[in-house]
Structure formats: structure tokens, C-alpha cells
């Protein structure tokens, strides 16, 4: 069975830190790299952490030095801390495979978390 559930979102303040965790199924987490994605109001979805079954990590540019993607195997957890965080980081993150699990042709997404950076 395909799950993925991300939690751990809110609302901050400019500055402040949040770490997101995502538990997912064995079958999506295994031996695949895994990412932190993000959706922001009106804008595509976009992939800011990947990080290897071996813990090898890449960040986007507009996330590096700021936010920490980390893995464990054992629990088939993932997990994303978010430091020094800006209005812009506001966004609905999920986490996935990457490349994310496709089901029946589609890519499969789980409900998210909502990152609400706001004074």
C-alpha cells in the first residue's frame, strides 16, 4: 500500500525554525531517494531537498545553508528542518520518492503540510 503522511507544518515567524517529518511505506522509502517538495500559493509545485538511501543530500539554491533534509531507514521516515525561515518559504510541503511514486499513470501525492512564515 502507497502512504505517505507529512506532518509537523504551522505558522511561524520570519526567522523562526520548523521540522517537518513524513512517514512513508516501506515500498516508496526502501532504496529510493526521497525529496521534500513545496507548492506555493498559485505557483508549481517545486523540489527543494533530495537525500540518497546512502544520506548523500542536494539542496535548490533558494532553500541551501537554511534547511536540513535527513533520513531514517529504520522508521521509514524523513525529515526536514527548517531554519532562519522567510515569508517566501510559505508553502504546502509533501514528500515523495524522487522521482515521485506514480499510481495508475498519475503521480501520487500525500495531503501535505502547511508552512505559514507570517509576523
Known amino acids: 500500500q502507497v502512504q505517505l503522511v507529512e506532518s509537523g507544518g504551522g505558522l511561524v515567524q520570519p526567522g523562526g525554525s520548523l521540522r517537518l517529518s513524513c512517514a512513508a511505506s516501506?515500498?516508496?522509502?526502501?532504496?529510493?531517494?526521497m525529496g521534500w517538495y513545496r507548492q506555493a500559493p498559485g505557483k508549481q509545485r517545486e523540489l527543494v531537498a533530495t537525500i540518497t538511501s546512502g544520506g548523500s543530500t542536494n539542496y535548490a539554491d533558494s532553500v541551501k545553508g537554511r534547511f536540513t533534509i535527513s533520513r531514517d531507514n529504520a522508521k521509514n521516515t524523513v525529515y526536514l528542518q527548517m531554519n532562519s525561515l522567510k515569508p517566501e518559504d510559505t508553502a504546502v510541503y509533501y514528500c515523495n520518492r524522487e522521482p515521485p511514486v506514480r499510481v495508475e499513470g498519475m503521480d501520487y501525492w500525500g495531503k501535505g503540510t502547511l508552512v505559514t512564515v507570517s509576523s
Open positions: 516501506g515500498s516508496i522509502f526502501s532504496i529510493n531517494a
